[in-house]
Structure formats: structure tokens, C-alpha cells
């Protein structure tokens, strides 16, 4: 079974940083794209930053120059580097992987279980 552990979250004040990990385990033969979304109370689950196993990135407009994503693909690591965070940035932020468990296999999305990253103002 594939599992995805994030951590890194925690309370920083308006235009601090915190970085956060996410760590895949298990037994899988690739991953495919490495994502990090987040979800806000009251609010639908968005999609924050991408990081594809070929080494390309993209990223929401709202957190594109503040945020950077990360890849160890030997370590099967993601990170997220939140610098100038603002208070519009609290939420929960999940870690994401496609993954694929035998070769030819389907892709399968794996989700980890958020950490929470609070921004006071």
C-alpha cells in the first residue's frame, strides 16, 4: 500500500515562510506527477503547485513567485517552499501522487492526510 506523509505545516505570522514535505512509502514502480493542493474552510480543494517526474513545474496564479516546489525523484520526496506567505494562504495542504505500481500499470492517485498551515495576520 502506498502512503503519503506531509509534514511542515504550523502557524507563521503574514510574510513569513514554512516549508513543507511530503514523503511517499511503499511498493510502487514510478511516480508520475507530485502535486501539493490545499483546502480552506468553506472552500473547494485547489490545486497549488506541480512537479512532474520529467522535472516541470507549474503553479496557481495566487501563490506563482512565493511558492516553490521541489522533487527528489530518488527519495520519492516533494517539497513546498512557502516564502511571503499571506493570511489568504491558510489552509489544509495535501500532498498528491500518481502513481504507478507495476510497469504498464495504471496510474493511480494517492492523497496524504494534509497538514495545517495557518497564517496570522
Known amino acids: 500500500q502506498v502512503q503519503l506523509v506531509e509534514s511542515g505545516g504550523g502557524l507563521v505570522q503574514a510574510g513569513g515562510s514554512l516549508r513543507l514535505s511530503c514523503a511517499a512509502s511503499?511498493?510502487?514502480?514510478?511516480?508520475?506527477?507530485m502535486d501539493w493542493y490545499r483546502q480552506a474552510p468553506g472552500k473547494q480543494r485547489e490545486l497549488v503547485a506541480t512537479?512532474?517526474?520529467?522535472?516541470?513545474?507549474n503553479y496557481a496564479h495566487s501563490v506563482k513567485g512565493r511558492f516553490t516546489i521541489s522533487r527528489d525523484n530518488a527519495k520519492n520526496t516533494v517539497h513546498l517552499q512557502m516564502n511571503s506567505l499571506k493570511p489568504d494562504d491558510t489552509a489544509r495542504y495535501y500532498c498528491?501522487?500518481?502513481?504507478?505500481?507495476?510497469?504498464?500499470?495504471?496510474?493511480?492517485?494517492?492523497w496524504g492526510q494534509g497538514t495545517q498551515v495557518t497564517v496570522s495576520s
Open positions: 511503499g511498493s510502487m514502480f514510478s511516480i508520475n506527477a
Open positions: 512537479s512532474t517526474s520529467g522535472g516541470n513545474t
Open positions: 498528491h501522487a500518481e502513481v504507478r505500481l507495476r510497469w504498464g500499470g495504471t496510474l493511480y492517485d494517492y
